[in-house]
């Protein structure tokens, strides 16, 4: 009995998650995961607000005039409105993660949808700003992400590091940032350690390795932007060579 509940389980998330994300990922609908221009990449940051992460994130951005796109979670933005008021006036670019940070491929229909409406409401009652993108936590959709995607753009990444395992150490975490620089590159990062599988102190390695790269030359010869502006760059680019 127990067997076959098991088994239908697993059919269940196969058909309802795990197929559509392949379909989602291969397809590209509204799905932006990196850009074209040469010189510009975009750096995000999912998980947080974290209230002690975050503001030195934020800090460590500020000091080198990088500008970052981040995906909120929005029973965090919730508690901790005022960092995510401040990415906004720092100019940041703000994106739902969803309301916790549940894989879709266990969220009925309704769930994620009510789920994404209060992040989108809170992070509009932090900010003045109503969010335009959308990145599910883990990249996994499910059957009813498309009518989601009807009113979001869904953000993936071009590179993804593995910043939340502490054992990386930072200087591995270096040298995987520094190959990841190329244009048009969209990189993943962690401001919060507290996300299921991820190491509680892991952020604190990945502001260290972060500092390292904004002070590599090859870093600085490329422009830091923001999803939204990567996105722009490109289309200007192919206006331009009609």
């Known amino acids: 009995m127990w067997a076959w509940l098991f088994v239908c389980f697993i059919a269940g998330?196969?058909?309802?998650?795990?197929?559509?994300?392949?379909i989602i990922r291969k397809k590209r609908v509204r799905l932006f995961r990196e850009g074209t221009a040469s010189d510009c990449l975009a750096l995000t940051f999912d998980d947080g607000p974290d209230p002690y992460y975050t503001p030195k994130l934020l800090d460590l951005l500020k000091k080198y005039?990088?500008?970052?796109?981040?995906?909120?979670?929005?029973?965090?933005?919730?508690?901790?409105p005022h960092i995510v008021r401040r990415m906004a006036e720092e100019g940041h670019e703000i994106g739902i993660h969803n309301y916790r940070h549940i894989s879709n491929w266990l969220l009925p229909p309704l769930w994620l949808d009510w789920g994404v409406r209060r992040a989108a409401e809170a992070i509009e009652r932090a900010t003045g700003q109503r969010p335009v993108y959308y990145?599910?936590?883990?990249?996994?959709?499910?059957?009813w992400t498309p009518i989601v995607q009807k009113r979001y753009m869904t953000v993936l990444w071009s590179h993804i590091l593995g910043d939340w395992n502490e054992k990386i150490g930072t200087m591995e975490l270096f040298r995987r940032l520094r190959s990841a620089i190329r244009g048009g590159a969209v990189i993943v990062l962690h401001d919060n350690g507290d996300a299921l599988g991820a190491d509680k102190r892991?952020?604190?390695?990945?502001?260290?390795?972060?500092?390292?790269?904004f002070k590599d030359e090859a870093a600085k010869k490329m422009r830091w932007v923001t999803i939204t502006e990567l996105r722009n760059v490109q289309t200007n680019t192919q206006i331009s060579a009609m």
């Open 65 to 80: 005039g990088v500008k970052a796109t981040f995906f909120v979670v929005g029973r965090k933005v919730e508690r901790y």
């Open 13 to 22: 998330i196969a058909i309802y998650g795990i197929v559509p994300t392949i």
């Open 202 to 213: 892991a952020p604190e390695q990945m502001l260290s390795a972060l500092e390292l790269l």
């Open 135 to 143: 990145r599910p936590p883990w990249g996994h959709f499910n059957a």
